[in-house]
């Protein structure tokens, strides 16, 4: 069997609540009679009727979660030492003192902030910085 929802409500809680509990669809009780028959035909075929709002809704949350994960792979792809780096860094610590504090050469540091800035796709240290902190990396 199949569920299908027909509500009033469009919340996106409701929505994705609904949709992870198991419904097949998704439909607003604003649907005139003869397109809800069609769409539950199609039910039949193995189609998931949607409303166009909640089709938007569930391709737009698939999209930035798609985004998130991209952004955070990123970060898996750094080694420790590019994080110790780039936690340094965020914190307010200049690549002599990053250099210092690891027991490394400033050139080294510098080496490693250029392949973290490829890695994340960023092109400064003050996007680095910000990626950082948007990434609870601190």
């Excluded at 809704?57 to 991209?70: N, Q, W």
């Amino acid at each position: 069997m199949r569920a299908v929802i027909l509500t009033l409500s469009e919340e996106d809680q409701d929505v994705f609540e609904a949709i992870k509990c198991g419904a097949y669809g998704y439909l607003s009780k604003k649907i005139t009679p003869a397109r809800l028959t069609e769409l539950l035909l199609g039910v039949s075929h193995g189609e998931a009727p949607l409303s166009g709002t909640t089709a938007s809704k569930i391709l737009k949350e698939f999209a930035t979660a798609s985004s998130a994960g991209a952004r955070n792979s990123l970060v898996d792809e750094l080694t420790e030492r590019e994080r110790d780096i780039l936690k340094l860094l965020a914190g307010g610590l200049t690549n002599k003192e990053i250099g210092c504090r690891l027991m490394i050469a400033e050139n080294t540091v510098k080496n490693h902030l250029k392949n973290i800035l490829a890695k994340l796709q960023l092109k400064n240290t003050a996007a680095l910085v910000k990626y950082a902190a948007e990434h609870k990396l601190l």
